[in-house]
């Protein structure tokens, strides 16, 4: 059975979606929104934990010679 073949066997099995009670769409929005907030959340650990001169820091962190 090739790859094609499974994928389609797997939509045939598939029941139509309603669409018409809405709970999909407000189950779609809550998911959207989550995302977004674990975005935001990762974006701030970055900000935090980024140093505000990476320059200097980078200059401070050299090695030199063999260390």
Known sequence: MRLRERTDDNREGRAPDAGGDGSSEANL???RLAGQSLLAAG???IQKALSGDSESFLAATRQQGGQ
Do not use: F, I, Q, V
Request: hydrophobic content about 50%; overall charge neutral.
């Open 43 to 45: 974006a701030d650990a």
């Open 29 to 31: 929005r809550s998911m």
